[in-house]
Each structure stands twice: as C-alpha cells, then as structure tokens.
DNA sequence: CTGTTAGCGCATTCAG
DNA sequence: CTGAATGCGCTAACAG
C-alpha cells in the first residue's frame, strides 16, 4: 500500500535513520545538502505529507484556527472570513468556522469545545456583550483570542473593530446637511458596543445641530422580518419622518418595502442611509447612501493580530486596532 | 499548573492505572461503575478534557469534515453550511469550511491538503464538472466524500443534487401559461451538470409547447457586474422579450435594475422567474416568481451520507440523493 | 474488574 | 554530519 507513506517509510527506502529524514525534511542545518536532496526528492516522488496528528501532539500546535460568527450568510462576516482565509493561508494555517445564530450558549459551547488544544487561537464576533463578561475575562488567559468587529470593551484583549461612532456621526451630519430634520432611527446590535456606539454618533450629531432623539422614531430590530416590516411601516405613516438611518444591513429591504408600499419617493419623499457591506447596494436603489465597512480588512487585520500572538511578536502596540468605515454618498440623487 | 490535566494526572490523582481510566473515560464495560464515577467526577472537577491530537493520532479519526464550496456569501450555500454544521454537530465533529472562489487550482489545493488524514471526510460542491474529472476519479478512491450540488456525473461517487431539470421544466411551462413567448434565458453554471441541466429543462418545456429556444434571448453570466447589468440592458432593448428566466440569483437584481431604468413593468410588461435561495426576495418585489433550493436540507443530507459511509454503514442504496425544489408563484401579480 | 505494555508518527535531545 | 533513544497523550491488546 502506497497509502502508508511515512517518515519512517522514508528512513528504510533511503537506509537512513528516521530522526535524519526528519532533519532534512525540516532542512534542519545538521543535515548535509545531498542527504537532503536525496530525503526531498523520495518525498517528493512518494508524495509524502507529514500526518498532521502526529506533529500536533508533538509540537502542540495545530496550524488551524478558530473563527467564532454569528453568521456566515452576511455580508460583512463572509467578507471578512475572506480576508481571514487569505492570512491564514499565508501562515499555513486551517480556518475552523463556527455560527452561533446568535445563540450565546452555543458560542459559549463551540467555544469551550476548542480549548483542549484544537486549534492554536481563536477568532471572534460575538453575540452579546453583556451576558458573559466574566466567561471572557477567563477565557482570553486560556487561549489565544481576538475579538472582530463585535467586541468586547474594557477586556484585556484585542479587538479589531471599525469605527462605528465616528461614521455614524458622520453620516447623520450629512442627513442633516441635506435638510432632513426628522431622522427616523432603525437601531440594531442594542446589546453590542458597535450598536450602541452608532446610536451614539447619530444622537450626538443631532444633538451638535440642535436637534434631539425622538424616542417615537426609533425602532429596534427584532427577528422577525415581517415585524421589522410592520414596524416601519407605521413609523412612516404615523410620524412621516424624512430620512430612515438604518444602522444595520438588515433593515434595508423592509425599509424599502415599506417606503414603497406607502408612496414614498426615495430619496424625494424620504432619504434612506444604512450601514451596508453589500456591493450591490447602489444597483438596487441608487439612492441608498451606504456605509461599508472594510469587511475584508478587518477580517485581515484580525488574522494578523492573531498570528503576531501566536508568534509570540508580542504584538507590542496597542490592543485596539480601529479601521475606518467609508460612507459612500450617491451625489446624483441630491444626497 | 492546572492547566496540563490529562489521564495520566487523573490516574496519579485516583491512585489508578492509565489503561483504567481511559476506559472509564470511554464507558468501558470493563470498568465497574464504582469506579467509572470516581474517574468522572474527578474529570469534570478538573475539567478534563481529552487531547484531540493524542486520539487523532491513536485513532486515525479527527472528528473533522471539510467543507469546499465557491463562496460562504451565496445563500445557497450558506444555508447548505447551516444544514452541515447541524449534522456535524450532532455527530460531534468539528467543520472545516475552504472558499475557493471559483478557482479550480485553489480547489485542488485546498483539496491535496486534506489527504493527509487532517479531515475524516469531505463535502465538495465543486466549481466545474468539466477539467479536473481525472483528478475526482483518483481522489474518490482515497478519501471519503460526498459532493453536493455541483457534482460529477458519471463519477462512482455519492451525490447529493437538485432536480434542476423538472424543476426548471415547471417554471417554463408556467411562464408559457402564463402567455409568456418570448422568453430570454439568463444561462448560469454552464460547466456544471446543474447549469446544464436548468438549461436542458428550460429548452426541452420550450420545445414541448411549440416554442424554440433563440440563442439571441440567451445571456450568460460573467464574472463583471455591469457587464450582466450591460448584457441584460442590450437584450431587452434590443429584443424586447416578454419573460426573463434567471438560473442563477446573482441575475436577479442586474434583471431588475435593467427593467427598471428601461421603463420594463414588471410583471406587466416583463415576467421574472429566477432560481433564488433568499427569503427576502419577494420582499424585494412581490413579483418576483421564485425557484427555491432546498439548500438547508441539501446539507443536511449530504453531511448524514458522509457519516453513513463514515460509519460503514454502507449506505447501500443508490450513490444519488436528489431533493425536490419548489416553485413559489406570486398569484396575486398575475403569475 | 484492573494493570502492564506497546505503539500511533513525529521531533528532539544526546551520543557518536 | 548521522543515528539511537525518548516521549507527546491516548487506546488497545493482552495478562492477571
């Protein structure tokens, strides 16, 4: 059987021993070229992999990681598992994926199932900041971690994260510059900082033009599509707001929904801003100024957080990486 | 440190050999129950838990699948993981996910670096049928597998697929009842069985009503959004057709921006029927005529095929499993 | 019922 | 420069 090709395989067929095939084929400088060559080439033609069981229980590493989402059929978490892949990859690295839906018991679950030594760090987003505080405090001692994009504050770890306050004020700025006054407030991820630092930024710009937060204009999203339908449905014609913030993707399509179904003309009636990773974005609508954050990037620079640990670079800086989200304006539309 | 809790320190602490707690760990008949709970209670005192790596190696099993599919952002297959990781689970085993976007060389790759016993199984949903067939036909022999969706005909190998023939057979036949004759086709897939098959369905209901197909209506996907967007706008210009039938959902807002900007009504002026696996789509427009994927229980069946071959259970019955799709008409908008 | 022993494949001492 | 020996943590014969 050709199956069972082995270091050891190697040593007989070479008449060598096997912690010599070992050295060479790490190109250990105790091994002279020709042996090497000879090793690499037997290798080579024999189709030799290391059996990655056996290096693991070794070296206690297992080239893979983790990467803990709420969801993987969202634009920004499957940008951003791109851009982890791409750097894992470049390590060498296995990439693990875990979706929660949400569920904290099961990120708690699929968390807790990787400490034994599966994968070398674990990336992720979680689902709550709130409810399990002192389940991280402990964790991130146990095990190399990095927090993306739904992060925890005031933890000792790292956290790659977008900025969410800064944007938000900023696209609430420019609702205002183009003249709306009733900014309705489609609020979502209430329980995670990133959730609560747009509101944030949105309340703050208001406030910074004279203008306040109507509690009336809020809406929070719930898991129901046709609730979130219904709910803006009447905040549209019960208060007739002239422009919809919608600080996450989710909302978009009931929010057009709606507008529609109710005669609003976008963006003549009613302007409509929402945070958006979807590229298509513009084509359906193209008067939907978006928010994108750099999915992909944040996907990277996690990675590459998480392997600066790994490999012990101290990482040195500071804990919190921060990148910028890009408000895309549609000049065309007037806003 | 208790960091290192392994057998051999539960056997020092119990005052017991190795041997006699691993089969206790294992619920050994062997072991009787006096001791079994001592060994028990002791593990989950000092939460134990077993070194992965150590068991791979003695077991050849890692308690892990693979999963190659193109993209982790399709509804299709995000809903497919969904559907995989459930199975997974329950089987507690652990799911690897590689995107190779299309790219069959990083498929291979992806694929040779799971050869070496890093992965108990694998699910493929490949990106031809078409290049690397030599390839699959040696690696069936090598490695248990199971390929869902995009699948190689013709390959002594399990499939999991769609009945994207009848199904697709159906929707024509509805949009010819529904006084549609002139009937554009948006070609997706075109090197897969699937692609091909949605293809033959459409041609073959054509031909049974007295139409033919008029490979001026037929578009085919490109990699470049505004190049569909662009493609799509020329067709319905320049021959005005009273149908578009989309095989693929990434067809389906460049159709609709298109309509759009040309003045199209749809449905009135223009019928629009598409493959789609997004539960939002009627949201998006209630006329839209949708062909759903049973992509959740594609998953599901292909990960619990994987386990029967994995557990020997022979599977005995056919090597094909096709699922039904459904065709959800919007009555109310005419067709 | 429990313990002794051997070995999965590899990497790392330490001797030569 | 090369090789013999050891052990990572666990499981599975085989003995007792």
Not at 125 to 144: G, I, M
Not at 159 to 168: G, H, K, L, M, Q
Request: glycine share 4%; charged share 25%; net charge negative.
């Amino acid at each position: 059987m050709s199956g069972e090709v082995n270091i050891k395989r190697l040593a007989q067929e070479l008449n060598i021993s096997i912690a010599t095939v070992s050295k060479a084929l790490n190109d250990s400088y105790e091994i002279s070229l020709k042996t090497k060559n000879r090793v690499w080439d037997l290798a080579k033609q024999l189709n030799y992999t290391p059996n990655p069981a056996a290096s693991n229980l070794r070296s206690n590493k297992t080239k893979t990681i983790a990467v803990i989402i709420p969801f993987v059929a969202n634009n920004f978490f499957s940008r951003a598992i791109k851009g982890i892949e791409e750097i894992a990859r470049k390590y060498g690295h296995h990439v693990l994926i875990y979706q929660t839906h949400e569920d904290i018991e099961m990120e708690m679950s699929f968390t807790n199932s990787l400490l034994n030594g599966r994968v070398d760090g674990i990336l992720t987003s979680v689902s709550s900041s709130e409810y399990n505080l002192d389940y991280y405090k402990n964790l991130v001692k146990k095990v190399p971690l990095v927090f993306f994009d739904r992060v925890y504050k005031d933890l000792d770890a790292y956290n790659v994260a977008t900025d969410d306050y800064e944007i938000s004020y900023d696209a609430t700025v420019h609702l205002i510059e183009c003249g709306c006054k009733k900014i309705a407030y489609l609020y979502g991820l209430e329980n995670l900082p990133a959730g609560k630092a747009r509101f944030s930024g949105f309340e703050d710009a208001l406030q910074d033009n004279g203008l306040m937060v109507d509690d009336q204009l809020v809406i929070k999203y719930v898991e129901d599509e046709e609730q979130n339908l219904k709910q803006i449905s009447d905040l549209l014609s019960q208060h007739q707001p002239d422009a919809l913030f919608s600080s996450i993707e989710e909302f978009v399509i009931p929010a057009y929904t709606a507008c529609k179904a109710l005669k609003f003309q976008i963006p003549e009636d009613i302007k409509i801003i929402s945070f958006s990773n979807q590229a298509t974005a513009h084509l359906l609508n193209p008067s939907l100024t978006t928010i994108t954050q750099p999915a992909f990037e944040i996907g990277r620079e996690a990675a590459t957080c998480l392997f600066k640990i790994l490999n012990k670079k101290g990482h040195g800086d500071d804990q919190d990486i921060i990148l910028k989200s890009t408000l895309i304006k549609r000049e065309s539309t007037g806003c």
